[in-house]
């Protein structure tokens, strides 16, 4: 039976027995598949890089999934961050045609902040949010925003303490869809034509099966017709990105698109692929949208979206407005380049993280894209496995060192504060940055190739405790005491992830 831990008015006994049936019908397949997704890594780290030949008839023939739905033909851009009150409201006013309110990536993972999430969310689908401003007063959800609602639920393995199942805490997952869907479903489905997800850590089709038949079983719960759930999948992983065709097929009635994360892409491939005398990546201001993986990844999601019938979004850009338009930084003028290729390529639009860069964005695809979107321009280019995984080349600099301890430092901190990101260095960072950066770190230790290229010193753990401690002291010596105390289990936590044998996971907070 499932047994309550967090007494809140949204956790009622028809939510609990939706859980329940969830867990009963799909806990068990979720558990295999987290298991074979260790063998599959294992294989790919120990060299064996490779589309599926079991899967190939699927890749070879031809079929389309679901057509797009009308409402859901233009993206253009959307912005993403999180789901409180003020997040929620300033997204969905900001002009963007979607907002997506990530609950994992942009959002602290302990039970009392996804409750208060999935609450604003409520509120949110039916465009009835305020919150008060101390400078402008209250401010509310524009009631004709065209902008609609996304979501993004909690990963596979992710888990969720407010409820257990037979003594264990329940998908992450399934607590979120099933409270999203009993609370805002068919309010969405009126008022924007659908329930519309970004799926992140789909690592192969037979986990994307596995999302759709989660999507068909509320559909039928509901009463919803077959593909109002549609997701786009955020292809974050070597092993998704080997089965970007299979992902869909599986998804057919339930699939809106492809995307991917740089971030969560090189992270991933930090993780399969290192060891003592592996080379490194370089600094992470070098791993842009043009490093061979990247623009490989890119170019196929676009040809496989169109190709099988949807949309193909470009990566999210982290980089802020600059506060002065009269000194506008580098890192600004290269994220408009990339949102300028993304349209060209073909991509159908595009993901921001901040409201001041959603009309930038936007007037570089319509510069480009004359449509609603390009689902007529098809691609064939010759993306091969090895294409998917070349690294790109590049110095390593005692400035990028810092600055990754810097970020990893303030959003451990930040986030024991209950926040689900973090503006350093003029981005914004969210928690696949806080894996990347974390993954730079590591691997920079423990290869040989870990070295400051202008000065061949290398990268080992007594540099590493002195940089951590130098910039904890610089960042936080004169914060109040409870922020001190959180930065000495910041530096604690980083230089026991960063020094260890195992690749880094970030902290589950």
Same mark, same amino acid.
């Given at each position: 039976?499932?047994?309550?831990?967090?007494?809140?008015?949204?956790?009622?006994?028809?939510?609990?027995?939706?859980?329940?049936?969830?867990?009963?019908?799909?806990?068990?397949?979720?558990?295999?598949?987290? +298991?074979? #997704?260790?063998?599959?890594?294992?294989?790919?780290?120990?060299?064996?890089?490779?589309?599926?030949?079991?899967?190939?008839?699927?890749? *070879?023939?031809?079929?389309?999934? %679901?057509?797009?739905?009308?409402?859901?033909?233009?993206? #253009?851009?959307?912005? &993403?961050?999180?789901?409180?009150?003020?997040?929620?409201? =300033?997204?969905? =006013?900001?002009?963007?045609?979607?907002?997506?309110?990530?609950?994992? =990536?942009?959002?602290?993972?302990?039970?009392?902040?996804?409750?208060? +999430?999935? #609450?604003?969310?409520? *509120?949110?689908?039916?465009?009835?949010?305020?919150?008060?401003?101390?400078?402008?007063?209250? &401010?509310?959800?524009?009631?004709?925003?065209?902008?609609?609602?996304?979501?993004?639920?909690?990963?596979?393995?992710?888990?969720?303490?407010?409820?257990? =199942?037979?003594?264990?805490?329940? %998908?992450?997952?399934?607590?979120?869809?099933? @409270?999203?869907?009993?609370?805002?479903?068919?309010?969405?489905?009126?008022?924007?034509?659908? $329930?519309?997800?970004?799926?992140?850590?789909?690592?192969? /089709?037979?986990?994307?099966?596995?999302?759709?038949?989660?999507?068909?079983?509320?559909?039928?719960?509901?009463?919803?017709?077959?593909?109002?759930?549609?997701?786009?999948?955020?292809?974050?992983?070597?092993?998704?990105?080997?089965?970007?065709?299979?992902?869909?097929?599986?998804?057919?009635?339930?699939?809106?698109?492809?995307?991917?994360?740089?971030?969560?892409?090189?992270?991933?491939?930090?993780?399969?692929?290192?060891?003592?005398?592996?080379?490194?990546?370089?600094?992470?201001?070098?791993?842009?949208?043009?490093?061979?993986?990247?623009?490989?990844?890119?170019?196929?999601?676009?040809?496989?979206?169109?190709? *099988?019938?949807?949309?193909?979004?470009?990566?999210?850009?982290?980089?802020?407005?600059?506060?002065?338009?009269?000194? $506008?930084?580098?890192?600004? @003028?290269?994220?408009?380049?990339?949102?300028?290729?993304?349209?060209?390529?073909?991509?159908?639009?595009?993901?921001?993280?901040?409201?001041?860069?959603?009309?930038?964005?936007?007037?570089?695809?319509?510069?480009?894209?004359?449509?609603?979107?390009?689902?007529?321009?098809?691609?064939?280019?010759?993306?091969?496995?090895?294409?998917?995984?070349?690294?790109?080349?590049?110095?390593?600099?005692?400035?990028?060192?810092?600055?990754?301890?810097?970020?990893?430092? #303030?959003?451990?901190?930040? *986030?024991?504060?209950?926040?689900?990101?973090?503006?350093?260095?003029?981005?914004?960072?969210?928690?696949?940055?806080?894996?990347?950066?974390?993954?730079?770190?590591?691997?920079?230790?423990?290869?040989?190739?870990?070295?400051?290229?202008?000065?061949?010193?290398?990268? /080992?753990?007594?540099?590493?405790?002195?940089?951590?401690?130098?910039? +904890?002291?610089?960042?936080?010596?004169?914060?109040?005491?409870?922020?001190?105390?959180?930065?000495?289990?910041?530096?604690?936590?980083?230089?026991?992830? &960063?020094?260890?044998?195992?690749?880094?996971?970030?902290?589950?907070?």
């Amino acid at each position: 039976m499932l047994t309550g831990t967090v007494e809140d008015r949204i956790l009622t006994p028809a939510l609990r027995a939706l859980i329940t049936e969830l867990e009963h019908r799909h806990g068990r397949r979720r558990l295999e598949l987290l +298991a074979d #997704r260790a063998v599959r890594r294992a294989a790919l780290a120990s060299g064996d890089v490779a589309f599926r030949e079991e899967t190939a008839h699927v890749r *070879r023939t031809a079929w389309q999934v %679901s057509p797009v739905p009308e409402p859901l033909l233009e993206r #253009r851009v959307e912005l &993403i961050g999180g789901a409180t009150r003020s997040e929620l409201i =300033n997204g969905l =006013n900001a002009g963007a045609k979607s907002y997506i309110a990530d609950l994992w =990536n942009f959002t602290t993972a302990d039970t009392w902040s996804m409750l208060r +999430a999935h #609450r604003s969310l409520e *509120r949110a689908a039916r465009l009835d949010l305020a919150y008060l401003d101390p400078v402008l007063g209250r &401010i509310r959800i524009n009631p004709t925003t065209p902008t609609r609602l996304m979501v993004v639920p909690r990963p596979l393995y992710a888990l969720e303490g407010a409820l257990t =199942n037979d003594g264990d805490p329940v %998908s992450a997952a399934f607590f979120d869809l099933a @409270l999203f869907a009993q609370s805002s479903a068919r309010v969405l489905a009126e008022r924007q034509g659908g $329930v519309w997800f970004y799926l992140r850590d789909v690592h192969g /089709h037979l986990e994307a099966r596995l999302w759709a038949q989660l999507f068909s079983t509320l559909e039928e719960h509901f009463g919803l017709e077959r593909g109002t759930f549609r997701a786009t999948v955020m292809i974050d992983s070597v092993a998704g990105a080997l089965e970007c065709d299979e992902i869909l097929f599986e998804l057919m009635h339930h699939a809106a698109g492809l995307c991917f994360d740089p971030q969560g892409y090189a992270a991933d491939h930090i993780a399969l692929f290192n060891g003592p005398d592996v080379p490194v990546l370089p600094d992470r201001e070098r791993i842009g949208l043009n490093a061979p993986f990247l623009r490989a990844l890119s170019l196929l999601l676009i040809g496989t979206g169109h190709r *099988r019938g949807c949309h193909a979004i470009g990566a999210p850009s982290f980089v802020l407005p600059p506060l002065d338009q009269q000194k $506008v930084k580098a890192s600004y @003028l290269e994220m408009l380049a990339d949102k300028e290729r993304e349209a060209v390529d073909g991509h159908d639009g595009t993901i921001v993280v901040h409201a001041g860069t959603v009309n930038p964005a936007m007037m570089e695809f319509n510069k480009s894209m004359a449509r609603a979107n390009q689902l007529y321009y098809l691609r064939n280019d010759d993306i091969t496995p090895a294409d998917l995984v070349r690294r790109p080349e590049g110095a390593v600099t005692v400035e990028s060192l810092v600055d990754s301890i810097r970020t990893a430092l #303030r959003t451990l901190v930040q *986030r024991h504060e209950g926040r689900g990101w973090v503006i350093q260095g003029g981005r914004l960072h969210d928690r696949t940055s806080l894996r990347l950066n974390l993954r730079l770190l590591w691997q920079w230790n423990h290869s040989r190739h870990g070295v400051i290229t202008g000065s061949g010193l290398d990268v /080992h753990r007594d540099l590493l405790r002195y940089l951590v401690q130098k910039e +904890a002291t610089k960042m936080f010596s004169e914060s109040d005491e409870t922020t001190r105390r959180y930065a000495e289990q910041a530096k604690a936590q980083l230089l026991e992830l &960063i020094t260890g044998d195992a690749v880094p996971l970030e902290p589950m907070v």
